[in-house]
């Protein structure tokens, strides 16, 4: 089922990959610096909201005030920052959404990488909320809805005694505070808790990729300018909360959920919430992965280089102080819960040589389950059985897709596929063997697309040590000209395997040059690179403005009008106060000398709301508290269509049977689009439909 999915997820990932490549070459690759881009993109979101604060009043007057002053009189600067404010917010959401499958479809979530996985949902709990802190601080009519709907989600939370919700529904009870708390949210305590989760996420991963390409950077940030300029970013009206807009332009990115309110209940969404949340963090677990045996070090051959800790790309080897009294200054230590058995340590180990034939083969470290020993059998096994003049050993990685394809399909008389773990796990030394011991006439490394290594520097490190950039370096005296390396671009899969292999096979008598390295940089040269790279940018700003928009959101249904029915009302006491005797008084502290003793708990509210003899609700509300001593909160949004009603509202608040102890009926002639609140005036003790 998992393979499955990942299949499915890798080929609508692969075609994009494809393109991508073509325009921007494997190393500007968009999807190689997903993470990175969103990260890059967080920084545009905090320079332009730096200049946004600036001027931003964080009162429920002055808010809009102040946004619509930026967005029309500064258009040409504080327009443009919105705009770029919102647009990058809404592209972070795109390329997280892409990074975060991308993980899950290319397997890279697993094993001891879950912590990466799992430190990454917290990320999406706290940028969700941060954009929506946002919307809510422009207050227009969308903030409007956002605050009223976020509100109605919290409210079902067992936080506040108090429904939250209702101080949105009229003017006169908002407050400035509930502004100065949103600035805090979304200036400070939500980005603090981000950029710490950020750094948590990342802790694992030896210099992870945080910032783009310089051209990816500039590239992303030209594509959100010119939207911001063709597209700006706008308000929604002035909040009037007597009214109520049919329809609204939702930021689908970041206010995916709330359209369920309108037919499910708030327990629903933060069921459904809850639910995906936890599957994403036990979707590493899903199903249990065998445990891979890890690398291991011989301290008897260990010098204490340290080129394997600087090389493994999960941190997950430390220099320790030597334990085994030996000259040397530390040991290579193993942390088993966090290496991936990527062999990438074996590649850089300078003992890990084949040239001693006949001494066991027994590097400072090792893979257990394809030790450089092996590796060496292997050669010598299947180079006997090669004949010819352009005999070729390739070596590909054991778990990449279209390796496996193309493995099967190279054995011949010629040429030899051989696994190996990730292409950096070959030593160079071992190719200078190969070539120098005649085990082959060439060798080519085939492995994952540039960029999209499995273990992140595999492509990287190979390429810098047959190129002799990085130790341990392949030697002067090895021809350049017998080694190819060949990252299976993906287009190079697409159409017929066997032409792929052909070409691969045909071009190895004569491999070509590392240094001219043709199938990473063939994109690049391509007539269509600027095309592709244009329309690229093109599309990524037009899916950022368009669902940042649309499609509109339908509130309320042409014609209908919303009445919300909001207070609180302390039920009466569960039974009759009595009047303590002297003696009982006399009995008491002085300071505990109450001279009435009542029951505490209070009896449940009872409500009906109807619109000409239909009931629209009807609710039986328990007191608030622990002791069941507090009000009850009353608290409902409907839609009604418009016209005139004969509108009753009723409520019992003692142990009555019949009738009610409180009610209103009145004649009202609804307009569409109208806002009426329903009441209880508590000083005066009555009902109020309040419409202005
Ligand atoms: C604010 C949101 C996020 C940011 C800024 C972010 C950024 C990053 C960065 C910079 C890396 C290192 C990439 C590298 O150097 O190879 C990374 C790795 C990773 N991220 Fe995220 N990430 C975010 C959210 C998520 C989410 C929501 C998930 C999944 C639930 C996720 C899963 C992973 C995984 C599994 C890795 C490790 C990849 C590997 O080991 O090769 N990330 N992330
Ligand atoms: S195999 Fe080696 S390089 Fe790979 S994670 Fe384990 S220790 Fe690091
Ligand atoms: S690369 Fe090899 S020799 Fe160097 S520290 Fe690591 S295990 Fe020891």
């Not at 990488?113 to 601080?137: A, D, K, M, Q």
Request: proline letters at 6%; one cysteine or more; charged letters at 20%.
């Amino acid at each position: 089922m998992l393979k499955l999915l990942q299949r499915a997820g890798q080929a609508l990932f692969e075609p994009l990959r494809a393109i991508l490549d073509r325009g921007f070459g494997p190393a500007l690759n968009p999807l190689n610096s997903l993470g990175a881009l969103t990260i890059y993109f967080f920084w545009i979101v905090l320079v332009s909201g730096i200049w946004l604060f600036i001027f931003f009043k964080t009162s429920v007057s002055g808010a809009y005030e102040s946004v619509e002053y930026l967005t029309h009189e500064q258009w040409y600067l504080g327009g443009v920052m919105r705009s770029l404010h919102r647009y990058a917010s809404d592209a972070a959401i795109i390329t997280l959404a892409l990074h975060m499958l991308k993980e899950f479809v290319y397997d890279r979530h697993r094993g001891n990488r879950w912590f990466s996985w799992v430190t990454g949902v917290p990320l999406l709990w706290l940028t969700i909320p941060l954009g929506i802190t946002g919307y809510w601080l422009v207050w227009d009519q969308l903030a409007w809805y956002v605050a009223l709907t976020s509100a109605e989600l919290l409210d079902w939370l067992p936080i506040f005694s108090e429904s939250m919700a209702r101080n949105f529904l009229s003017s006169d009870v908002l407050s400035d505070r509930f502004f100065t708390l949103m600035a805090f949210l979304h200036l400070i305590g939500l980005p603090l808790f981000l950029v710490f989760g950020i750094w948590l996420h990342v802790l694992r991963i030896n210099g992870p990729r945080i910032n783009p390409p310089r051209a990816l950077m500039a590239g992303s940030l030209v594509a959100m300018t010119v939207l911001s300029i063709a597209y700006p970013a706008l308000s929604q009206g002035e909040v009037d909360m007597t009214q109520v807009p049919e329809s609204l332009g939702l930021d689908w990115y970041y206010l995916l959920v709330y359209p369920l309110l309108k037919a499910w209940s708030p327990g629903w969404v933060w069921g459904l919430l809850t639910g995906v949340s936890l599957l994403l963090c036990m979707v590493p677990w899903i199903p249990p992965q065998k445990a891979q045996a890890v690398a291991e070090v011989d301290l008897d051959n260990c010098n204490g280089c340290q080129r394997c800790a600087d090389d493994c790309p999960f941190s997950a080897i430390t220099m320790m102080e030597r334990s085994d009294g030996k000259a040397y200054e530390s040991e290579a230590v193993v942390d088993p819960s966090l290496c991936l058995s990527c062999g990438l340590c074996v590649g850089s180990c300078p003992t890990a040589t084949p040239f001693r034939r006949h001494t066991a083969l027994s590097p400072g470290i090792d893979m257990p389950d394809l030790s450089a020993s092996m590796l060496r059998e292997r050669l010598l096994e299947v180079s006997e059985k090669l004949q010819g003049h352009r005999r070729v050993i390739v070596f590909t990685c054991q778990d990449n897709a279209r390796a496996i394809k193309i493995r099967s399909k190279l054995n011949d008389n010629e040429t030899a596929a051989v696994d190996i773990i990730c292409a950096a796990q070959l030593p160079p030394s071992f190719i200078d063997f190969i070539l120098s011991r005649k085990l082959a006439d060439a060798v080519v490394l085939a492995g994952c697309a540039g960029g999209n290594c499995q273990y992140r520097f595999g492509v990287e490190w190979t390429e810098q040590r047959i190129a002799r950039e990085r130790d341990p370096r392949l030697r002067k005296r090895v021809d350049a000209d017998r080694i190819a390396l060949a990252w299976l671009e993906p287009w190079s899969n697409h159409g017929d395997t066997s032409a792929v292999v052909a070409a691969l096979r045909e071009s190895l008598p004569q491999p070509e040059a590392v240094a001219t390295l043709p199938e990473r940089d063939s994109g690049r040269s391509k007539p269509w690179k600027i095309p592709v790279t244009a329309v690229a940018y093109a599309l990524f700003a037009v899916l950022v403005g368009w669902l940042s928009v649309w499609p509109r959101f339908q509130l309320i249904n042409e014609g209908q009008a919303m009445v919300s029915v909001s207070f609180s009302h302390a039920g009466q006491r569960i039974g009759e106060c009595r009047r303590l005797t002297q003696q009982e008084l006399d009995k008491l502290p002085p300071n505990m000398r109450k001279l009435d003793d009542c029951p505490r708990q209070r009896l449940p509210v009872r409500v009906v709301f109807s619109s000409d003899d239909n009931m629209l609700y009807e609710a039986v509300l328990q007191p608030s508290g622990f002791w069941n001593d507090g009000e009850s909160s009353v608290y409902r949004r409907l839609a009604l269509p418009a016209g005139k009603k004969r509108l009753f509202i009723g409520m019992i608040d003692s142990s009555r049977s019949e009738g009610f102890d409180y009610s209103l009926e009145q004649e009202i002639d609804l307009m569409p689009g109208q806002h009426l609140v329903v009441n209880f005036d508590g000083t005066q003790q009555k009902f109020i439909f309040k419409q202005e």
